[in-house]
């Protein structure tokens, strides 16, 4: 199948993640992949995984111009099929795959990426997209919010990651914690701060490594300095790298309050890492039936972290890795490569109609 991914979004999220793996996954296939998009890291991580990518100025809703180039680039690589991700997609290359006939697949990384309104229900009418999303959460959040759409519209692959390939079999001394999320307010760092405070204040010792950069970064430091934890915490920033911070950390803290199925946390229980985070969107689908304890409740407190964290702690070093194994075999049960292949074979079914 010839297929083109077309994402407009300047933020990095899961869903570019998402087509990375699933763009490599079907190139890999035989299948003939390009990716469209702004020119950044976006498209410069698709060229290093050796994906063909084109360049693209959005501009306003309904562009004519990129309408026209891209109505162009599908009739002349004979496009099969067409991937978008937010409403600029659908209003651009959703539009042109409409005009050729050919199908569209709407990947949706969250409920609220959709909104109920005139312009959305119009042009959702007309192009008729497929809905593709990353678990049960988001699909019945979808049906719930937005009246038009009907359950059958909206088909559920869940995301996975490749694992290592064993957990590992130690933990560092002092105990190495990580974050990987964006440092918005709605990722819930302060409340790990405020629980982290909590245990130095208790005499447990600890490290924690905070990757990413986002609107609360100065906030989130100053807090870690009013609480006196600085010399417990490293500030990574932006890593093209993720993987290599977390092969060095033991536990991974996802205490987030909005999520949909998230990247951050398939990729820390890939590595094999102990996981503490919070039971919001589809988190309890992929969560080990093993470590019911380690669920932070979705209106857990500061001091509900603190209590995880200290239990965690006290732990003995071999019940810390068991718990490590028990992390790693759920991200096994689910691993990119069956992802791919449960794509591949929906994408398939949708097929271009001759």
Not at 119 to 130: A, E, N, Q
Not at 235 to 264: C, K, M, T
Request: charged share 20%; proline share 5%; with cysteine.
């Amino acid at each position: 199948m010839n297929i083109c991914f077309v994402n407009a979004t300047h933020k990095w999220g899961g869903v570019k993640s998402w087509t990375l793996d699933v763009a490599q996954g079907l190139a890999e296939h035989g299948h003939d992949i390009i990716i469209a998009g702004r020119s950044g890291p976006f498209l410069d991580k698709a060229t290093a995984r050796g994906l063909e990518t084109l360049a693209l100025a959005f501009g306003p809703d309904f562009n004519p111009l990129l309408i026209i180039r891209l109505l162009r680039l599908f009739a002349t690589r004979k496009t099969d099929l067409v991937v978008v991700n937010v409403g600029k997609d659908m209003r651009s290359a959703g539009v042109a795959a409409r005009i050729l006939g050919i199908p569209v697949v709407h990947r949706v990384g969250l409920a609220g990426d959709m909104l109920n309104t005139w312009k959305v229900r119009l042009l959702h009418r007309w192009v008729r997209p497929h809905i593709l999303v990353p678990c049960h959460q988001i699909k019945t959040g979808l049906v719930q919010e937005l009246p038009y759409l009907h359950s059958r519209e909206i088909s559920v692959i869940l995301t996975g990651k490749k694992p290592v390939p064993a957990p590992p079999t130690t933990v560092h001394n002092p105990v190495r914690c990580v974050s990987t999320s964006q440092l918005n307010a709605d990722k819930g760092h302060a409340d790990v701060l405020l629980a982290l405070a909590a245990l130095k204040n208790q005499g447990h010792d600890f490290l924690y490594h905070i990757v990413g950069t986002g609107s609360s970064e100065a906030e989130l430091k100053a807090l870690a300095t009013r609480l006196q934890l600085d010399q417990h915490l490293v500030w990574h920033g932006f890593q093209a790298d993720v993987q290599a911070i977390l092969r060095q950390a033991d536990v991974f803290l996802l205490p987030s309050y909005s999520e949909g199925l998230p990247n951050a946390l398939l990729e820390a229980m890939a590595q094999g890492l102990v996981c503490v985070a919070r039971d919001v969107g589809g988190v309890h689908e992929v969560w080990p039936d093993a470590a019911p304890d380690l669920l932070l409740p979705a209106t857990g407190t500061a001091q509900d972290c603190a209590d995880i964290l200290a239990d965690l702690l006290q732990r003995p070093g071999q019940e810390l890795a068991e718990l490590r194994r028990v992390f790693w075999t759920a991200a096994a049960a689910n691993t990119v490569d069956d992802m791919n292949t449960n794509v591949e074979n929906y994408m398939r079914s949708l097929g271009k109609k001759q």
